[in-house]
C-alpha cells in the first residue's frame, strides 16, 4: 500500500467527527469537587445548594418573561413585548453568573428543562395566553420569590465567610430583580391616562 494513501487515510480519519460517543459522568450531581478557593466543604456545599435553587427560579423567571413576551396583548403590547424582553436577557446574564458560581464552588450547575421543572419554586403558568394584569402579577410573584430567598441565602453566605456568593446574591440577584420589580410593577397602578 502506497504511504500517501496511509497518510490521507490517517488524516481523514482524525478530521472525522467523532459522533455519538458515551462515558459515565465525570462529576455526578450533587457531590463536590474542592476548589482552593479557601472556602470550607460545608460553606461550598450549602451555597452550591441554594444557588441551585436560585438558578433554577431565575431560568423560569426568564423563561416566563419569554412567555409573556411572545403573548402578550392589549394597548401595551409594545411597549412590555420589548420590557419583557429586555428583563429575560438580564435574566439570562444571571442565569450565566449563578450557573457559573455553583461551577467555581465545586458544585455542578441544574441545567435541563425538566430539572429545573422539578426544582422551581416558581408556580407554572398555563400554556395559554393570559390578559396583561395576570402576565404582570405572575412576574410580580416570582420576583418576590427569587429576592426573598436570595435576601435569606446571602445571609447564609455572610455568616459562612463566602463573600464571593454573597456579592452575587446582593450585587447582581436582589438588585436586579428589585428593579426589573419596580419596572413591572409600574405598569398595573391604577392611573388614569388622561385626566386626574
Given amino acids: 500500500?502506497?504511504?500517501?494513501?496511509?497518510?490521507?487515510?490517517?488524516?481523514?480519519?482524525?478530521?472525522?467527527?467523532?459522533?455519538?460517543?458515551?462515558?459515565?459522568?465525570?462529576?455526578?450531581?450533587?457531590?463536590?469537587?474542592?476548589?482552593?478557593?479557601?472556602?470550607s466543604e460545608a460553606a461550598c456545599k450549602e451555597a452550591v445548594e441554594n444557588l441551585n435553587q436560585v438558578l433554577a427560579d431565575t431560568i423560569t423567571l426568564r423563561d416566563l418573561y419569554k412567555k409573556h413576551h411572545w403573548q402578550v396583548a392589549g394597548p401595551t403590547f409594545y411597549q412590555l413585548h420589548l420590557l419583557f424582553d429586555k428583563h429575560a436577557d438580564e435574566q439570562s446574564e444571571l442565569v450565566d453568573a449563578i450557573a457559573e458560581r455553583i461551577q467555581l464552588l465545586g458544585g455542578v450547575s441544574v441545567a435541563m428543562a425538566?430539572?429545573?421543572?422539578?426544582?422551581?419554586?416558581?408556580?407554572?403558568?398555563?400554556?395559554?395566553?393570559?390578559?396583561?394584569?395576570?402576565?404582570?402579577?405572575?412576574?410580580?410573584?416570582?420576583?418576590?420569590?427569587?429576592?426573598?430567598e436570595a435576601r435569606a441565602m446571602a445571609r447564609r453566605a455572610a455568616e459562612a465567610g463566602d463573600d464571593g456568593t454573597n456579592d452575587l446574591l446582593v450585587s447582581d440577584v436582589i438588585r436586579r430583580n428589585e428593579l426589573q420589580t419596580w419596572f413591572v410593577a409600574e405598569h398595573v397602578v391604577d392611573a388614569p391616562l388622561v385626566r386626574a
Fill in 114 to 148: 425538566h430539572d429545573v421543572a422539578e426544582t422551581t419554586l416558581i408556580p407554572r403558568p398555563p400554556k395559554g395566553r393570559e390578559e396583561v394584569p395576570v402576565q404582570i402579577s405572575r412576574l410580580l410573584h416570582a420576583h418576590e420569590i427569587v429576592i426573598e
Fill in 1 to 39: 500500500m502506497n504511504t500517501k494513501t496511509l497518510d490521507a487515510d490517517a488524516i481523514l480519519a482524525r478530521a472525522t467527527p467523532k459522533a455519538h460517543q458515551h462515558a459515565h459522568e465525570i462529576q455526578p450531581f450533587g457531590h463536590l469537587v474542592r476548589m482552593p478557593i479557601a472556602l
